[in-house]
């Protein structure tokens, strides 16, 4: 079944303007750069052994809210997606293999489109995400795993 674009931009759209005036705070910088598309850029703060590091996180949201989003990080100076340099370190296995964003809440994740989990079922993402079924708290997931005391800076190649 595939959900009206309408539906999935009103969702996203609601879900949006929930979640700008804290973003704004942490410094993230969320744009919408087509209907169903949103980009998030995040900034890994700087520590005594690691400088501050950008990250893209651009969300797709067709189909939304019968699918998660599709979440891919893509590189803030080379635009390539989904591979390791995207990827933080650390990030409590959420960064699987450094090739994909891996929860209930990204579409990445599933088997069924291609990620490893053959033993979540996608129709369920909203009830198996717990803490995490809207765009406010998936951004503020994404910049708690950044501010992570393991995080070691960005993925090698």
Known sequence: MSVCQDVSRAHMELELNAARAFAETQGWKLEVIDA????ATITAPASDRFRAETYIFEFSFDDYRELPPLIDAVHP????????????????????GGTRLCAPWSRNAYATLGGPHS??????????????????????????????????????P
């Open 36 to 39: 169903l598309k949103l980009r």
């Open 119 to 156: 033993d979540w079922a996608i129709g369920d993402w909203a009830a198996n995400a717990k803490y995490h079924r809207e765009i406010g708290t998936i951004l503020a997931l994404l910049g708690n795993l950044l501010r992570d005391p393991n995080y070691q800076g960005r993925l090698e």
């Open 77 to 96: 100076e080379t635009g390539e997606r989904n591979t390791r340099r995207c990827f933080p370190s650390a990030g409590k296995g959420y960064f699987h």
